[in-house]
């Protein structure tokens, strides 16, 4: 079940209260009686649930290959087993191999978890990049929690795809733009191939709010003449929507009637505990800034994302056990980005607080791991030295932990899902690719099968895309 809002949340109830004319001290009729309060009505938490189902996949031992666990482990030379669609064992070269597992010698390759890229906008800006196909900004007002980014995912989109097979991609998060203060929420999804978004929705995730900082909301809206103008005027609407947002909360924490507000529901989840925030926020001191109103009104911030300036903040970030999702070295193309570092992620690893390599791009989410090694090697160059199994909680465990998922994936461990890739080489080298991705156990690339390649249906028979000749 989706997580959404603590409690029930009541729909509307009128209360219609019939006046008792009496004559000579009786009721005239039943009908003249007051009416009885109505039940408050439930409405359905879930109503597009996930339907994903795991490929079918083979039981697998992967043997002699350098594994990063994805939490900081490593073993060479080791053995990693997937049954039932699970990691079943990590080991060494003496790790027991059943006798009926395929066994794939990977002498010289790497294994680590899938990619899990926390800020795309696959599906909702796809390819290709025409105004038809511009889904993920719902710009007609400053807040719109109200709506979902799941709404505007196109399961066709090429980029899934491009991002499983050159990236290694196994699980994303789709977030709405960053037009608005409050962009509505967000979905994490399966990389699978589906014919509809639900057979893609990763089961039990936590759903967050997208929320933006900054230049954006304000020259958007006041590019509009109206609210918000200014830094300061995205902290008033901010602030008057999370307080209409906490009366709304209140009532039905007491058990009161509310007109059902789909805008506040989400914002309403947001206050429980049970939807996440994910804040699109570039300098420090507005992270700053958005800490305190998040202590305000009782929320708490997953991730900031972009965040060109943690480094400023970082041992703050540490403390609040807020998470940063930055890039390697995008900067300058706008005032709030300007004051970045290539430091920026070896510095706010160093000073001990949740480290995360994102895209933010279609082209971007093929090559993470590359994303990930510039970053190392800034951090090298001022004597941050970050080993490869430490930067890959960048790429895989950090952003499952920033997205509640954890438990179930982001590293190699017995019992979690088989969300795994065969690297022909060292996974932070410009050389190397994937050679094989499994999600849940299901071999679903193998860069030496064509029948392993997934091509989406808008690509089939569109020359040179999937059209082998």
């Not at 066994?103 to 909702?124: A, E, N, Q, R």
């Not at 978004?197 to 039990?204: E, L, R």
């Amino acid at each position: 079940m989706i997580p959404g809002m603590k409690g029930s949340l009541l729909a509307a109830v009128s209360l219609a209260l019939v006046g008792c004319a009496a004559t000579g001290g009786e009721a005239n009729s039943a009908s003249d009686k007051p009416a009885a309060a109505e039940k408050p009505v439930k409405f359905n938490k879930d109503p597009y649930p996930s339907t994903y189902r795991p490929y079918g996949g083979r039981a697998t031992a992967l043997r002699g290959v350098t594994i990063f666990d994805g939490e900081g482990g490593r073993v060479d030379n080791g053995v990693v087993l997937l049954a039932g669609g699970q990691v079943e064992a990590v080991g060494g070269p003496d790790t027991a191999i059943p006798a009926d597992y395929d066994v794939i010698d990977g002498t010289g390759k790497f294994v680590t978890p899938g990619i899990i890229d926390i800020h795309s906008h696959l599906g909702d800006y796809p390819s290709p990049g025409v105004d038809a196909h511009s889904d993920g900004n719902e710009a007609t007002s400053p807040t719109t929690p109200e709506v979902w980014s799941e709404h505007s995912v196109w399961p066709q989109d090429p980029g899934f795809s491009r991002a499983l097979a050159n990236g290694g991609v196994t699980a994303l998060q789709v977030l709405p733009g960053s037009a608005n203060l409050m962009g509505g929420r967000s979905i994490t999804l399966k990389n699978v191939p589906s014919r509809t978004v639900q057979g893609m929705k990763f089961p039990g995730a936590p759903y967050g709010l997208k929320m933006a900082c900054g230049e954006n909301p304000k020259r958007v809206y006041g590019g509009k003449g109206r609210a918000p103008s200014t830094r300061m005027g995205n902290f008033a609407v901010n602030r008057a929507t999370w307080q209409k947002a906490a009366a709304y909360k209140k009532k039905m924490d007491d058990g009161k009637a509310v007109d059902r507000d789909l805008a506040m529901e989400t914002l309403a989840g947001v206050l429980s505990g049970e939807i996440l925030v994910h804040n699109h926020c570039y300098r420090a001191d507005e992270m700053a800034l958005v800490i305190d109103m998040s202590k305000e009104f009782g929320y708490k911030v997953s991730t900031f994302h972009h965040a060109v300036e943690s480094y400023k903040i970082a041992d703050i970030l540490a403390k609040e056990g807020i998470c940063s999702a930055m890039w390697a070295d995008w900067w300058g193309f706008k005032m709030e980005a300007y004051d970045s570092v290539n430091e920026n992620i070896p510095l706010v690893y160093k000073a001990g607080a949740c480290t995360i390599v994102h895209s933010d791009d279609a082209n971007q989410i093929q090559r993470l791991n590359q994303e990930a090694a510039k970053a190392r090697a800034a951090g090298r160059r001022i004597g941050i030295d970050v080993s490869d199994e430490q930067a890959w909680t960048w790429l895989s465990y950090n952003p499952a932990k920033a997205l509640g998922i954890a438990d179930r994936t982001g590293s190699l461990k017995p019992g979690k899902m088989a969300d795994v890739v065969l690297w022909n080489g060292n996974p932070f080298s410009a050389y190397t690719r994937p050679e094989k991705v499994w999600i849940d156990g299901a071999l679903m690339f193998d860069a030496y099968d064509p029948k392993r390649r997934p091509v989406s249906d808008f690509e089939l028979g569109q020359p040179g895309e999937g059209d082998v000749k």
